[in-house]
């Protein structure tokens, strides 16, 4: 993997200060390349080129930005595989998801480029007849966008298309542990066309690289992906300076199976879901509420699903889920079992590492839990699914909405009555039923409470990039 470099002014360069940090394939733990650091300077010229592009992009017509964009999703569909790759050797999941990641960045691109094209005003009747009243929708500004590891590409393709279609400039601090992936989709972008310092992408501490972009005068916009302390802490820098944010963060999904369900199916479709990207998904399903009467049998089912699952390196053809995306991970995620084992929880599969190179972890499914078992209440992120029984609706209720987060949730029955229940008590941003059916470019993509506000998806993840001015004219003065 070459070194991957700063994009700033629609120029690849190092870091002023000459800093790097290593780049390393989670499959085998081997270093595979280096990322730079941005120091206050490079920070200081991303700003000032963000500042100045963003007058020449705001201005330019919606539908050339349009264009732009069609052209950036045709060129990553071209480059499918190339950048597949990049993700799972940075990031360890299996080619065929990196794929599919990149055939949704692809969607959202394309999504955000149609969207250009609508984001209307109102004329407003006025009360006196002479009177024009119009709501105009400007960009707001150039924004500091901060994207995560766990999907590289359509994270960034999130924040990135809806930015630009808005008209607004960006510069986007994407993950240093998967750089590579990021920086072929600001490759893209130039290649389309993109004029220099629309789109500037940053690495390096990014503790330090938010502290000094959200406050900064600059900046109009943050948008967020990531853990709830960070996005906490993000939120509050950005409130304190009086700048919009969007904030898609963590989750602890509850899945409600009833038992008039499919069980053999919907055992399958959730092992296949909960070990997708080694759980690293923010809508992951975690907590599996099962009602009694189908218990054992969604265990064994289920259970035997986690087994049978191939673990390998990403790049071999026949493996189902790769390694976590790092050694920090793998010490996080294991020491939540530890501690629900220690309690008493029941470990059915998996609970260790597999294999001494890589951050592997076997699939790992547990019974027996408590709330006050870490696992009970913290986002586990990685493979890890918690099997819980319930007698009635209300109980299975009250347990999903016991914690502050407020994501993705998961229900499976066939009775109207129940799901209905469901639809308007369980507090959760996002709810799919008898499927899988979150996350499409044109669908509400966002959580409440402590996962987090706004949405990546449908006309609001443009328009979250917009800001209103009323017009009133009296055309006869
Ligand atoms: P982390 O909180 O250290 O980092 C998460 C992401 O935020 C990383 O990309 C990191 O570079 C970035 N980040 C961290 N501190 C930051 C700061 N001060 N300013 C700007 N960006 C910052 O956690 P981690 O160990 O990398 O991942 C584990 C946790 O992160 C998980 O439990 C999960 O909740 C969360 N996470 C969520 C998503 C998501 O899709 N919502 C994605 C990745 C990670």
């Known amino acids: 993997m070459y070194p991957i ?94 794929r599919l990641e990149i055939g949704l960045a692809i969607d959202v691109i394309d999504w955000c480029a149609e969207e250009a094209r609508r984001t209307y005003g109102r004329v407003i009747p006025a009360r006196l007849s002479k009177v024009r009243q119009v709501l105009l929708h400007e960009p707001v500004g150039p924004v500091a966008a901060f994207t995560p590891w766990n999907f590289p590409v359509s994270q960034l393709a999130r924040k990135l298309g809806a930015a630009l279609a808005a008209g607004c400039s960006i510069i986007a601090k994407a993950s240093e542990e998967t750089p590579a992936s990021a920086a072929a989709i600001f490759q893209i972008f130039a290649d389309a066309g993109l004029p220099a310092g629309v789109a500037n992408l940053v690495f390096g501490v990014p503790a330090d690289i938010s502290g000094y972009l959200v406050p900064h005068p600059v900046i109009r916009k943050i948008s967020f992906t990531g853990s709830v302390p960070v996005g906490k802490h993000l939120a509050g820098l950005a409130g304190s300076h009086m700048k919009p944010a969007t904030m898609e963060l963590g989750g602890h999904a509850p899945v409600f199976v ?36 189908i218990y054992d049998e969604f265990v064994e089912r289920f259970v035997a699903g986690a087994k049978a699952i191939r673990i390998g390196n990403g790049l071999d053809a026949d493996t189902v889920m790769g390694p976590v995306v790092s050694e920090r991970r793998l010490t996080a995620i294991d020491a939540l079992v530890q501690d629900a084992a220690d309690k008493g929880a029941r470990v059915l599969t998996g609970g260790r590492r597999h294999s001494n190179q890589g951050s592997f972890y076997e699939p790992t499914v547990l019974a027996d839990l408590s709330t006050e078992m870490r696992i009970m209440n913290e986002e586990p992120f990685g493979p890890l699914a918690l099997i819980c029984r319930f007698s009635d609706i209300e109980e299975a209720i009250s347990e999903a909405n016991r914690l502050p987060y407020g994501l993705a949730s998961y229900a499976f ?65």
């Open 258 to 293: 009833f038992d008039d369900t499919d069980v053999e199916k919907t055992a399958a479709t959730m092992t296949m879901s909960k070990f997708r990207n080694a759980g690293q998904v923010c809508v992951s399903p975690t907590r599996f509420l099962v009602q009694d009467g």
């Open 413 to 477: 029955s066939r009775s109207q009555k129940r799901v209905d229940a469901l639809m308007q008590n369980v507090k959760a941003g996002m709810m799919t039923v008898n499927h899988l059916g979150i996350g499409q470019p044109e669908t509400h993509f966002g959580g409440v409470r402590d996962s987090g506000y706004g949405s990546e998806g449908g006309p609001e993840a443009v328009e979250a990039y917009l800001v209103s001015k009323f017009v009133t004219i009296d055309p006869t003065a």
């Open 5 to 98: 470099r700063l994009f700033i002014n629609g120029e690849w360069r190092d870091g002023s200060g000459g800093e790097t940090i290593d780049i390393v394939n989670p499959a085998t733990g081997g270093v595979v390349g280096t990322v730079a650091v941005a120091t206050r300077a490079d920070l200081d010229d991303a700003l000032a080129c963000a500042e100045k592009a963003f007058s020449e992009w705001s201005g330019t017509s919606a539908f050339d930005r349009y264009k732009l964009l069609r052209k950036a999703a045709d060129l990553l569909r071209a480059r499918t595989e190339d950048v597949a790759r990049l993700i799972t050797i940075e990031q360890g999941k299996p080619l065929g998801e990196a």
